[in-house]
């Protein structure tokens, strides 16, 4: 569910303003039914997303071809309407819809780039729940950032990986694709008899299907942000374990991406989930793990902390899973996928944290300290391009919003202290658990914990451009 719409540029009175005149002029939210709107306000990616709902739920029932790449079925998304809607917007791209219902009717639909509008039989009222089924087919692509970088769906030698982040999730699925909205999910995929399905949450049941088929099912209890969702196909072994705190590890790696790093950092996993368990409090999810696929040179090379399990990609020539990433990728699991940004402008609040967590892995493990680590991203040209707070499009994953998105929480510690600091390390995910947090959340939620200002820090390390003097 949305907890709340992104518009966090807006001063409060302005906003109440500007709603006022909109109830008015455009009678979208009392009265009449009007159409939802084809993006939430994402600052940096304008049609991520839709208004005037709230999804609730996804069923993903599909069947995936390798031969062909051809990937068919339903999508059903459970929703609340937040407004009198006559019709509505679901992202998606490419693919071919067959049919759409709304509350067992049929309904129309038409396509406008990334957008599935739907009109249904009956409009609906403000906070009706709805179903809206989706039957639709098509070879799923991958979609180019404007950083250049890929997500979607990338065909491997023998099945498919799925990547979302940021906008991949509607590659493959017809959905509320922004981090906004978040759901619970059903997600089963068929494929011939012999390949493996993994995916986020806990695999509820393989069953045989015809046609020499196997249908895997995962269900994903927990609240999950659509950029999250993941589907591997292909030959993968599955190890199971469970950590020390009875947490069940789900491990799936393509036999290819074994190498001796991967393997040995695959079967460190519940010692990671239990140390940082001890630093970021319990952990969000029911089950963890990682998938470790084989894509040659098909992917950008990125690991993505899809929830639960991350992903890591298996490049030709490198280790699949370097521990370090293993651990910052496993961090995201309280940072970005139980506590996720509000919009895609506050990605420094994943990667930051995430950054963070692999300082504090290093110094555990009696490699630099965090002290060294934060020095050396101060003296590093690239981290000084642009403030962390504000990344364009194009600069959602460069390295200021990694690295000074650290430094902004390594001048934290220093300022309140150690106790303090990793308290709201643990406050922080705890607070936002299951839900989405802004920059300007986080920014007040630390005053809670040091009675000092902290507004020249924030003023300098978090929307300042230009590098300070010294750390
Ligand atoms: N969130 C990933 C990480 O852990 C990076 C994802 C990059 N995605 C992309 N489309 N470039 O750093
Ligand atoms: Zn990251």
């Not at 937040?82 to 759409?100: E, H, I, K, Q, Y």
């Not at 922004?178 to 509820?204: F, Q, R």
Request: hydrophobic share 40%; aromatic share 10%.
């Amino acid at each position: 569910p949305r907890v709340r719409p992104p518009q966090r540029a807006l001063p409060r009175a302005l906003a109440s303003l500007f709603l006022a005149c909109c109830l008015t002029a455009c009678a979208g939210d009392g009265g009449s039914p009007g159409a939802g709107a084809p993006g939430v306000g994402d600052p940096l990616f304008p049609n991520a997303g839709n208004g005037g709902y709230d999804v609730g739920h996804y069923g993903l029932d599909l069947a995936y071809d390798p031969a062909s790449g051809r990937l068919s079925g339903t999508a059903a998304v459970t929703a609340t309407a937040t407004r009198p809607l006559r019709s509505f917007d679901l992202d998606l791209s490419g693919m071919r819809v067959d049919a759409v219902t709304v509350a067992g009717q049929g309904a129309q639909f038409s396509r406008a780039g990334t957008e599935l509008v739907v009109r249904p039989a009956e409009p609906l009222e403000r906070g009706e729940r709805f179903d809206t089924v989706i039957t639709y087919q098509g070879v799923p692509g991958v979609i180019t950032d404007p950083d250049g970088s890929q997500e979607g769906w990338f065909r491997t030698d023998d099945g498919a990986l799925a990547l979302g982040e940021p906008v991949g999730s509607m590659a493959w699925f017809p959905g509320d694709d922004h981090p906004s909205d978040k759901a619970s999910y059903d997600i089963t995929v068929s494929v011939p008899h012999g390949l493996t399905v993994v995916s986020n949450g806990e695999l509820a049941a393989a069953a045989a299907r015809a046609g020499g088929r196997t249908a895997f099912h995962w269900h994903v209890a927990q609240p999950m942000a659509t950029y999250l969702a993941t589907v591997a196909i292909g030959h993968y072994t599955v190890t199971k374990a469970t950590t020390g705190g009875g947490l069940p590890v789900y491990t799936a790696v393509d036999p290819r991406s074994n190498d001796p790093q991967t393997a040995a950092a695959v079967s460190r996993i519940p010692e990671i989930v239990t140390w940082e368990s001890g630093i970021f409090g319990p952990f969000p999810f029911s089950s963890t793990g990682a998938i470790v696929a084989h894509l040659g040179d098909r992917q950008g090379g990125y690991a993505l902390e899809t929830q639960n399990r991350p992903v890591f990609p298996g490049n030709e020539g490198t280790p699949a899973m370097p521990v370090t990433t293993l651990v910052h990728e496993l961090s995201h699991e309280w940072y970005g996928d139980s506590v996720t940004p509000h919009s895609w402008q506050d990605i420094w609040l994943n990667e930051g944290f995430a950054t963070y967590a692999e300082w504090l892995w290093k110094a555990h493990e009696g490699g630099p300290t965090e002290q060294q680590s934060a020095a050396a991203a101060f003296a590093a040209t690239a981290n000084w391009a642009f403030a962390p707070a504000s990344p364009t499009a194009a600069q959602l994953f460069a390295p200021p919003v990694y690295n000074r998105g650290a430094l902004v929480l390594h001048e934290l510690r220093r300022t309140m202290g150690d106790a303090a600091f990793f308290r709201l390390l643990r406050a922080w995910p705890a607070a936002h658990r299951h839900g989405n947090a802004s920059t300007e959340d986080f920014t007040a939620f630390c005053a809670h914990f040091t009675a000092k200002d902290l507004n020249p820090l924030f003023t300098t390390w978090l929307y300042g451009r230009a590098k300070p003097a010294h750390i």
